[in-house]
Structure formats: structure tokens, C-alpha cells
T-cell receptor, first 111, second 115 residues
Framework: SQQGEEDPQALSIQEGENATMNCSYK?????LQWYRQNSGRGLVHLIL?????REKHSGRLRVTLDTSKKSSSLLITASRAADTASYFC???????????FGKGMKLTVNP | EPEVTQTPSHQVTQMGQEVILRCVPI?????FYWYRQILGQKVEFLVS????????KSEIFDDQFSVERPDGSNFTLKIRSTKLEDSAMYFC?????????????FGNGTRLTVT
């Protein structure tokens, strides 16, 4: 089964810097979503991008999708300490309704 | 804002015992899911549920697992005979549209510890 893989697996930056996380997947998809998870909590949906979209913005978040390379990136601009969390990409295969999550990436924003 | 609630937050059980994890999805949602996460690692799909039946399940979701929506509000996951390797965080989620096409709303999870 296909799987999203985030890269890098861990990232540590200073407050105010931008953070870029990448996700690669293996099969054709309908949609790709990004979630964040604070330690010990549930996942929170950030943004959804459809397979026919190339870029999407939401506040300080910018997501790109390149279906030819089977990859997506999540950019968080002007990061804050409160952005410290794990970030996951998730994809749904064509023909399936389940959302498959990647292994996640831990972002640490130092004040 | 409506939220998904899960109880209990932490469940400790002995190997071989049955456990029931409970979830109250967002009231107007139609699609329900269970995921699990071992030690803060990968979030693994277990099962999806729609129109009072399982719509998709993973290899993990074997005969030891079952799901039920006993009334209009609760959604439960039962593990009949727990094993040590069932220790994990179990997350319930719901969505207003079919999985993948709509955001999933997650509860804060039940930490299951099997001793």
C-alpha cells in the first residue's frame, strides 16, 4: 500500500524562520492533507489540497503538490514556538476512502 | 466548535482481557474511523465505518477487533482478547464527507496499556 514519507524526520529552527517539510508518496491520489499533532494529543487538520491543485495557502501555511513527482511540501512562514509539534501528510489512494498517514516529522521552534 | 470526544483517556488492562474504547463523533458527521499510534510513531489506519457497516479495514483489524455504533451518538472499538502488542494510542475520527476528500476530526485518544 502507498505511504506518505515526510522529510526531514526532524527539524529544529529559530522563531521567525521558515520551516519547510516535504512529503513523498507512491501511488495516484485524489487528495493530500497535512495534519499537526501536539505531544499526547490528537491530530488536527491543517490543509487539504486536491490532485488537480498545485498550490494552496492558509494563513502562514503554504502547501504545494506535484503529482508528476508524487510529492508535496508544507511551508510554515514566520514560525512561532507554538508551531512546535509533529506534522503528518496523509493521502487517499484512488479507489480507497481511507486516509493513509506518513511517519511524521517533528518540528521544534526555539524561542 | 464541535469536537470528537474519547473515553477513557487511559486504559490499563491485563493480557487476554476485553476492552471497549468509546468515542462520540461530531453529531452531523457520517464517516467514522479508528486509527492507532504506537509510541508517537506512525499513525496506522484500522477501520472506517459508514452507514452502519465497515467500509474498509486494514490487515491489523483482525477477528480480535470489532466496531459498533450502538446508538446515534457513540462509536466503539472492542478488542476481545488483548495482546501486549495492542498497547498504543487509539484515535477515533469522524468526517462529514468521504475519507480523503474531507478533513478528519480526531479525538485526543485513549492510551491503552496491556500488561
Amino acid at each position: 500500500s502507498q505511504q506518505g514519507e515526510e522529510d526531514p524526520q526532524a527539524l529544529s529552527i529559530q522563531e521567525g524562520e521558515n520551516a519547510t517539510m516535504n512529503c513523498s508518496y507512491k501511488t495516484s491520489i485524489n487528495n493530500l492533507q497535512w495534519y499537526r499533532q501536539n505531544s499526547g494529543r490528537g491530530l488536527v487538520h491543517l490543509i487539504l489540497i486536491r490532485s488537480n491543485e498545485r498550490e494552496k495557502h492558509s494563513g502562514r501555511l503554504r502547501v504545494t503538490l506535484d503529482t508528476s513527482k508524487k510529492s508535496s511540501s508544507l511551508l510554515i512562514t514566520a514560525s512561532r514556538a507554538a508551531d512546535t509539534a509533529s506534522y503528518f501528510c496523509a493521502t487517499d489512494e484512488v479507489g480507497s476512502e481511507k486516509l493513509v498517514f506518513g511517519k511524521g516529522m517533528k518540528l521544534t521552534v526555539n524561542p | 466548535e464541535p469536537e470528537v470526544t474519547q473515553t477513557p483517556s487511559h486504559q490499563v488492562t491485563q493480557m487476554g482481557q476485553e476492552v471497549i474504547l468509546r468515542c462520540v463523533p461530531i453529531s452531523n458527521h457520517l464517516y467514522f474511523y479508528w486509527y492507532r499510534q504506537i509510541l508517537g510513531q506512525k499513525v496506522e489506519f484500522l477501520v472506517s465505518f459508514y452507514n452502519n457497516e465497515i467500509s474498509e479495514k486494514s490487515e491489523i483489524f483482525d477477528d480480535q477487533f470489532s466496531v459498533e455504533r450502538p446508538d446515534g451518538s457513540n462509536f466503539t472499538l472492542k478488542i476481545r482478547s488483548t495482546k501486549l502488542e495492542d498497547s498504543a494510542m487509539y484515535f477515533c475520527a469522524s468526517s462529514g464527507g468521504q475519507g480523503g476528500r474531507s478533513p478528519l476530526h480526531f479525538g485526543n485518544g485513549t492510551r491503552l496499556t496491556v500488561t
